[in-house]
């Protein structure tokens, strides 16, 4: 009935276009609230992706203006003479069928980023990364190219091809570069024609720097040192723990660092091996969802539906938390329930994201210098490590209970065994003691008694045996 009282100065076809934009409205919660969208991410549409609805009577339209989150009202802006059906309509009878062919991947970039900036804003990691991989790689080689151009031989070529600036030189691009801009050119299809098969999926990638030396090695009988270890032994974790402390007496509490950095990196590393959280989840953990008194604690990740979940509270980890406590009140915290439990920095704003680079740059610098660093690993190392101790210790905990404590996508029957109930007191009655047996670690008292006379093999590689 609305379509036959507002169309009357439409077109056939421009009924008909009217009459399946509005089948194709969608109503988005962004960060500047709800409002009405119109979802043309297809290629008869041009690759116009989301178009947010603005008011056609305002002097900024269509690219700016009033939204809307009443449906009436956005669905009166596409019938209205001159409104959204109209002005599509004239767009695709300019362009012709060819409209969508003409879509250069630099300008679909540009609105894929302007859809994220929308939606996640410029902080978020996922808007950073994108950015930085379509404005340093992908842009200056494909940008002025179709992108249904686009196959899997070019692409396949171009990432093969990749290359970046390091100290003045260039270079070859590494495997988490490439599969990074790799990542970023599949979520441009799909956001852009997402009706349509990314013809570019399934390119497979591999890392052939040094491969000529590892096969010299491995037939010269140097297997072990070739071979790159995945987590680490619990002789690693002590020294990996021992240097963390370290690190926090040393190098945090000099002149320079003691007023802006908290000296927590030991405890986040005892955090993150004891856990298996993920580091965007230890930023986010505060007081209240650790409960001590049930032995359990809430994770509330959110990278897939399984990451919000309960998790067993290790024994070896109640010490830490106690010394956590200290640490921070010492240093005029409260610890309220809405506090964080690892604050890495005195007077943050932006607290968790802050937290999250924090924690990764400290963890990387303790690696290095305990000499452990794995390649391409470092704070994700820590979960390693727990998943391979768990699997290890199956007499102490299923493989299923596992996965479910890390949050993985699939973990069978153990989510709607622990993450699914409501009330904690069930959760704790189901969870077996061993659950909180299988991660063992030295106590604080048991490395502060050997700090005194430890120096850091990355310290004695330079010839240091204290700092300057």
């Given at each position: 009935m609305l379509l036959s009282m507002t169309a009357g100065h439409l077109t056939t076809e421009e009924a008909k276009l009217a009459a399946e934009l509005v089948r194709r409205l969608k109503s988005r919660r962004t960060l500047n609230g709800r409002h009405w969208t119109l979802d043309l991410r297809h290629r008869r549409f041009g690759g116009l992706g989301r178009v947010t609805l603005f008011c056609p009577s305002g002097p900024s339209w269509p690219d700016a203006g009033q939204t809307t989150d009443n449906r009436a009202a956005a669905v009166d802006w596409i019938m209205m003479r001159g409104g959204y059906a109209q002005y599509i309509a004239r767009r695709r009878s300019v362009a012709g069928s060819g409209l969508s062919e003409r879509l250069t991947v630099a300008d679909a970039a540009d609105q894929y980023l302007k859809h994220l900036e929308t939606t996640l804003g410029r902080s978020h990691n996922t808007y950073i990364n994108r950015q930085s991989a379509f404005r340093c790689h992908v842009n200056p080689a494909l940008g002025h190219t179709p992108l249904v151009a686009l196959n899997r031989k070019s692409v396949r070529e171009f990432l093969g091809t990749l290359t970046i600036r390091k100290?003045?030189?260039?270079?070859?691009?590494?495997?988490?570069?490439?599969?990074?801009?790799?990542?970023?050119?599949?979520?441009?299809?799909?956001?852009?024609?997402?009706?349509?098969?990314?013809?570019?999926?399934?390119?497979?990638?591999?890392?052939?720097?040094?491969?000529?030396?590892?096969?010299?090695?491995?037939?010269?009988?140097?297997?072990?040192?070739?071979?790159?270890?995945?987590?680490?032994?619990?002789?690693q974790v002590a020294d990996i723990?021992?240097?963390?402390?370290?690190?926090?007496?040393?190098?945090?509490?000099?002149?320079?660092?003691?007023?802006?950095?908290?000296?927590?990196?030991?405890?986040?590393?005892?955090?993150?091996?004891?856990?298996?959280?993920?580091?965007?989840?230890?930023?986010?953990?505060?007081?209240?969802?650790?409960?001590?008194?049930?032995?359990?604690?809430?994770?509330?990740?959110?990278?897939?539906?399984?990451?919000?979940?309960?998790i067993p509270l290790q024994a070896t980890l109640r010490p830490w938390l106690a010394r956590i406590r200290g640490k921070v009140t010492a240093a005029g915290g409260d610890m309220s329930p809405t506090d964080h439990v690892l604050p890495m920095m005195y007077g943050m704003e932006n607290r968790e994201l802050r937290t999250s680079k924090q924690l990764i740059r400290r963890i990387a610098d303790v690696m290095r210098l305990s000499g452990h660093k794995i390649d391409q690993k470092a704070a994700h190392a820590c979960r390693n490590y727990h998943a391979t101790v768990g699997k290890l210790n199956g007499h102490l905990v299923d493989l299923p209970s596992l996965k479910s404590y890390l949050g993985h996508v699939a973990v069978g029957g153990a989510t709607e065994r622990y993450v699914d109930r409501t009330h904690i007191d069930l959760i704790v009655r189901e969870m077996p003691a061993s659950h909180r047996q299988f991660i063992k670690f030295p106590s604080p008292a048991e490395l502060e008694a050997r700090l005194a006379e430890y120096v850091p093999l990355g310290m004695k590689a330079c010839g240091h045996t204290q700092l300057q």
């Open positions: 100290q003045g030189k260039t270079v070859p691009a590494a495997l988490r570069t490439r599969a990074n801009t790799r990542a970023a050119l599949l979520a441009l299809w799909h956001f852009t024609y997402p009706d349509d098969g990314c013809p570019y999926f399934g390119i497979s990638l591999t890392d052939t720097r040094g491969a000529r030396a590892r096969r010299e090695r491995i037939v010269a009988g140097e297997v072990r040192e070739v071979i790159q270890p995945k987590a680490f032994d619990d002789e723990l021992l240097t963390a402390m370290w690190y926090d007496v040393h190098v945090l509490k000099r002149p320079c660092q003691r007023s802006r950095f908290v000296p927590l990196t030991c405890e986040a590393l005892v955090v993150a091996f004891a856990t298996g959280m993920r580091i965007g989840e230890i930023a986010r953990w505060r007081v209240k969802h650790v409960m001590e008194n049930e032995g359990v604690a809430l994770v509330a990740g959110t990278k897939n539906a399984n990451a919000l979940r309960v």
